[in-house]
């Protein structure tokens, strides 16, 4: 998978997300509570509102139109039954963040019983 220079370790001394364009799409990216950092698509999977302007607690952010809810981390809505945000590959180089160009596949859920319903 390609990845693309996003942002510098530097951008999140006082920052815990900052939302960049890659390839016409914006994309969150998260530095965790232990310094831990995550690439997370932003358009909230309601309207599309960027997540990343809404209130923001610990690991979860509120959307800023409707008040969805969502995992930085895992993507997960928490308050609808929604998709999840799609995550991005991201890795550190030195001082720079760099994530990959496309979103990373969806994982499977092998622990949903409806998954092997007809199997």
Same mark, same amino acid.
């Given at each position: ?13 006082n ?11 914006? !994309?969150?990216?998260?530095?965790? &509570? ?8 932003? /358009?909230? %999977?309601?309207? *599309? ?7 923001i ?15 930085? !981390?895992?993507?997960?809505?928490? &308050? ?8 991005? /590959?991201? %890795?550190?180089? *030195? ?15 092998d ?9």
């Amino acid at each position: 998978m390609d990845y693309i220079k996003a942002a510098n370790i530097n951008d999140f001394k006082n920052n815990r997300i900052k939302s960049v364009t890659i390839l016409g799409k914006k !994309v969150g990216i998260i530095k965790d &509570n232990n310094s831990e950092f995550y690439a997370i698509e932003v /358009g909230c %999977k309601h309207q *599309g509102a960027d997540i990343t302007k809404g209130h923001i607690s610990g690991d979860i952010a509120t959307c800023p139109r409707h008040g969805w809810k969502f995992n930085l !981390v895992t993507g997960e809505c928490l &308050n609808q039954n929604a998709s999840r945000l799609k995550k991005y /590959g991201l %890795k550190i180089d *030195g001082d720079v963040i760099m994530i990959t160009s496309k979103p990373l596949p969806e994982e499977e859920e092998d622990d949903d019983p409806l998954l092997h319903f007809f199997d």
